[in-house]
């Protein structure tokens, strides 16, 4: 490998050269041709800003060459003698090469070696994947790689690799290498590093790769986890692809839980037993064997001593049943001596106890009826109402209903003013009665909890009553034409449009949904349109004949109160103010 300049374009490249060492052009082994060859075309059909890219490729001399971008700085290995990254900054750079390598992979290219050795580090810290050597494509069988013979870094192998099967290889092999890479950017080691081959390949086949955390506890557990699944032994249970790795990763920067899990105790227990099958074999044979000579001499021990038992048993049984037989007739004829008595005594009791508080509620039936009447001559008709609404339903007869037509028929003595007899009618009830005029008071509509009365108030008339108006209204108002009457019930959340001009034709335009209430309704200067606006923020424009939503805002807020205003020329709506929901 040399440090160039290329005068053309004057800039500074790397040159991978493959010499013909034993001086014949012609000679240079058909494999390492192949794997240069190899390497030269995956390459070229990589753009990546984290993949070394080659700019030309030939031979000279018989000696193949390769120019290539050369990278200003050093290899992760070389930071490494100076000691572990820290674990930002390791979690910063493997999301940036796990996304490279999905980059690569998807494009059908294995790259089999991945190691500290080959991730450059540019003079800003920016990681670069190199040496595509001994990669594989999945779409191009290069007649280079076959079974039986070792590819890669042993202390970087994936499983499968150790196992010498290079029949199929998969994105999960460079899943594996990204994490055996992070392994060692946190620790300063391998998951397994290398003592001899042999004994290399066998823990990379068979050992369970030692946690991250043992050796450095600050390390947060998820991060933990997620270097697990990378390592596992089986391709099926790491990530799917390093774009999954990626995105597992980001939800970790971003404090969100992580998809990755950690093995149970029946898995780790499973995994054990398949790599010390003998050790194992032999525990359960001592175990099978010692409750089979105890399960043995329990049974022997249980039938001796139930024959021994058997016929003390028989006899105390009879005697004991024999007893029980006489006390239990002696006790069952007093016992119902004594039920029937008591039940007689509960009856009496209960029957007086309803006499007497019957004859109790009829008191107070009739004192609050007296009191309301005396409340009412008294001027104090809040106090009347809340008398006569307290007594009890199945008490309320013709007295009852007499008064309360005394009382609604007095309520309706209107005064030439207008603001004040709507005052003397609230203070008449117990709840908030609705009023809505329209024509300078001309018309009024009033709710008093049962119906809802049009009134002429220059005629002094009833004009109209809507019926069984019985739900508590929230707001009631005209359209300003007069034509529509609109009433809002918040315990049901429905808003309901009478049409004046149609025989008060009744219209729910909103029905209530649990997952969408209003908080504010009202209707629009030109009379036409209702606006509403429910407690997850959503603006509604509906028109007020066909209920059709003409126009929507969301504002995203969560609100509890909100009021409507409108432009003084009455188009469209200028805003609303709420109270956020907490």
Not at 55 to 70: A, C, D, P, Q, T
Not at 398 to 420: A, H, I, M, T
Request: hydrophobic share 40%.
């Amino acid at each position: 490998m040399y440090r160039a300049a290329q005068h053309s374009l004057k800039r500074i490249v790397a040159i991978k050269i493959i010499k013909d060492r034993a001086g014949l052009g012609s000679t240079m082994g058909d494999q390492t041709k192949k794997r240069f060859i190899s390497e030269t075309s995956l390459l070229a059909s990589l753009q990546h800003p984290n993949v070394v890219s080659i700019f030309e490729s030939g031979e000279i001399k018989g000696n193949r060459y390769l120019v290539m971008e050369f990278v200003e700085g050093t290899n992760t290995r070389k930071i490494l003698e100076k000691g572990v990254f820290e674990i930002q900054k390791a979690v910063s750079m493997i999301l940036i090469i796990a996304n490279a390598v999905h980059y690569f992979n998807q494009k059908g290219i294995i790259h089999r070696d991945l190691k500290p050795e080959n991730i450059l580090l540019t003079l800003n810290g920016e990681p670069k994947i190199a040496d595509f050597g001994l990669a594989k494509s999945l779409y191009v069988d290069d007649g280079i790689t076959h079974d039986g013979f070792l590819i890669g870094t042993p202390e970087y192998l994936a499983p499968e690799q150790a196992e010498m099967d290079n029949r199929k290889p998969s994105p999960s092999i460079d899943v594996y290498g990204i994490g055996a890479i992070f392994y060692t950017l946190l620790t300063g080691n391998p998951p397994f590093p290398r003592s001899n081959l042999l004994e290399t390949l066998n823990k990379v086949k068979n050992q369970e790769v030692a946690s991250v955390k043992a050796q450095r506890p600050e390390i947060p557990k998820d991060l933990d986890i997620i270097i697990q699944k990378c390592l596992q032994k089986k391709p099926s249970a790491r990530y799917s692809s390093a774009l999954e790795l990626a995105e597992d990763l980001n939800r970790f920067s971003q404090g969100l839980p992580i998809q990755a899990t950690t093995p149970g105790i029946l898995t780790k227990l499973f995994k054990y037993s398949l790599r010390n099958k003998l050790l194992v074999l032999l525990f359960a044979s001592v175990i099978i064997g010692l409750f089979s000579f105890s399960l043995g001499i329990y049974f022997v021990l249980l039938r001796e001593k139930k024959s021994n038992s058997d016929l003390k048993d028989t006899n105390d049984k009879n005697t004991v049943l024999l007893n029980l037989t006489k006390e239990e007739g002696a006790r069952t004829a007093s016992e119902k001596s004594k039920a029937d008595q008591l039940a007689e005594e509960l009856r009496v009791e209960t029957k007086n106890a309803l006499q007497q508080t019957f004859k109790v509620e009829r008191v107070n039936y009739s004192n609050l009826l007296r009191q309301a009447d005396q409340f009412w001559l008294n001027e104090k008709p809040k106090l009347a109402w809340q008398n006569l609404n307290g007594v009890r339903w199945d008490f309320r007869g013709w007295e009852y209903r007499y008064l309360c037509q005394k009382f609604n028929q007095d309520s309706f003595v209107l005064d030439n003013g207008f603001p004040e007899s709507a005052k003397k009618l609230m203070d008449i009830y117990d709840f908030t009665p609705m009023l809505a005029t329209y024509g300078s008071g001309k018309i009024m509509a009033c709710w008093w909890g049962e119906s809802i009365k049009i009134r002429d108030n220059e005629k002094n008339l009833v004009i109209e009553i809507i019926p069984k108006v019985t739900n508590i209204i929230s707001t009631l108002e005209f359209s300003p034409d007069g034509c529509f009457l609109v009433a809002s019930f918040q315990n049901t959340q429905q808003i309901t449009v009478w049409d004046v001009n149609n025989n008060f034709k009744e219209t729910a335009l909103v029905k209530g949904a649990a997952n969408k209430t209003f908080v504010s309704s009202k209707i629009a200067p030109d009379g036409r349109k209702l606006c509403v606006f429910y407690t997850n923020g959503t603006f509604h424009e509906m028109d007020l004949k066909t209920g059709s939503i003409t126009n929507q805002i969301d504002t995203n807020l969560k609100v509890e109160k909100a009021n409507i205003c409108f432009l003084g020329c009455g188009h469209g709506f200028l805003g609303y103010q709420a109270a956020l929901a907490q």
